[in-house]
């Protein structure tokens, strides 16, 4: 499928899913670009990106994630990007930042818990953020905390899976006074490229506009994205939040 790959900001071609198509095949974790590898789902999160901060080659923009083909590919477009691991493991980081140096990336992984970011508030123009906020406990504490390094008028974007037809949002774990992990329910665990899955605390609902602004965001959108023009021919939610 060809078209126009908004990571590499170039004309590209889309893959096809490697098991082929079936019927219940979804693009939004598929079509990887030919050059970046970047799928569906990046594409339309970047192109909400570039649209939202039209000097991204000079932003200062921190993504919540480091040992990914993602950041590799956002590095050569975005000058001061800054992204991160939720490792605390120093082996572990040297190895993610070894297998990082292997495909021509010299970035040390560095850890931040998105609960309480190492950042001077007010320091950085947007803030990325791909199905991560769904694992972590306390997910309003996460969207304070990247309001606080926003500066006013910065922006986040973020993609979760999303419960489009849920008005609330939904715990189905968390941790207990004790310090223990709690589920309710069967244990619901998603593939995660750094380790061997995590468990998912939240089926995020229409709520989540409204705790965005309770984190301190001025204005907080639901975005349904699709063109097929960028490879993204399913129709994907996306998160847009302006501080
Ligand atoms: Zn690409």
Same mark, same amino acid.
């Given at each position: 499928? $060809?078209?126009?790959? $908004?990571?590499?900001?170039?004309?590209?071609?889309?893959?096809?899913?490697?098991?082929?198509?079936?019927?219940? *095949?979804?693009?939004?974790?598929?079509?990887?670009?030919?050059?970046?590898?970047?799928?569906?789902?990046?594409?339309?999160?970047?192109?909400?990106?570039?649209?939202?901060?039209?000097?991204? %080659?000079?932003?200062?923009?921190?993504?919540?994630?480091?040992?990914?083909? !993602?950041?590799? &590919? !956002?590095?050569?477009?975005?000058?001061?990007?800054?992204?991160?691991?939720?490792?605390?493991?120093?082996?572990?980081?040297?190895?993610?930042?070894? /297998?990082?140096?292997?495909?021509?990336?010299? +970035?040390?992984?560095?850890?931040?818990?998105? *609960?309480?970011?190492?950042?001077?508030?007010?320091?950085?123009?947007?803030?990325?953020? =791909?199905?991560?906020?769904?694992?972590?406990?306390?997910?309003?504490?996460?969207?304070?905390?990247?309001?606080?390094?926003?500066?006013?008028?910065?922006?986040?974007?973020? *993609?979760?899976?999303?419960?489009? &037809? +849920?008005?609330?949002?939904?715990?189905?774990?968390?941790?207990?006074?004790?310090?223990?992990?709690? *589920?309710?329910?069967?244990?619901?665990?998603?593939?995660? $490229?750094?380790?061997?899955?995590?468990?998912?605390?939240?089926?995020?609902? /229409?709520?989540?506009?409204?705790?965005?602004?309770? &984190?301190?965001?001025?204005?907080?959108?639901?975005?349904?994205?699709?063109?097929?023009?960028?490879?993204? %021919?399913?129709?994907? /939610?996306? =998160?847009?939040?302006?501080?």
């Amino acid at each position: 499928m $060809p078209g126009h790959c $908004p990571v590499c900001a170039a004309p590209r071609r889309f893959l096809p899913p490697l098991g082929g198509v079936q019927a219940d *095949t979804s693009f939004r974790e598929s079509l990887h670009c030919e050059t970046c590898r970047c799928i569906s789902r990046h594409r339309a999160a970047v192109a909400v990106l570039a649209e939202a901060v039209p000097d991204l %080659p000079r932003a200062r923009v921190y993504i919540t994630e480091q040992a990914s083909l !993602l950041f590799m &590919a !956002l590095r050569k477009r975005i000058g001061k990007l800054e992204g991160s691991e939720f490792v605390r493991s120093l082996r572990r980081r040297h190895a993610l930042s070894a /297998w990082m140096l292997a495909q021509g990336c010299r +970035s040390y992984v560095r850890f931040q818990d998105v *609960t309480a970011l190492s950042f001077r508030a007010g320091s950085k123009d947007a803030v990325v953020s =791909f199905d991560v906020l769904e694992h972590v406990p306390d997910y309003r504490k996460a969207l304070r905390e990247f309001a606080r390094v926003l500066k006013p008028g910065g922006v986040l974007v973020m *993609t979760v899976p999303f419960y489009a &037809a +849920s008005a609330s949002s939904e715990t189905i774990a968390y941790v207990d006074r004790e310090g223990k992990l709690q *589920t309710l329910g069967p244990p619901e665990y998603h593939g995660d $490229p750094v380790s061997q899955g995590v468990l998912c605390f939240h089926h995020l609902g /229409w709520d989540l506009l409204a705790e965005m602004r309770a &984190a301190g965001f001025a204005e907080a959108e639901a975005l349904r994205v699709s063109d097929a023009g960028q490879g993204i %021919p399913e129709p994907l /939610w996306l =998160f847009r939040a302006r501080r």
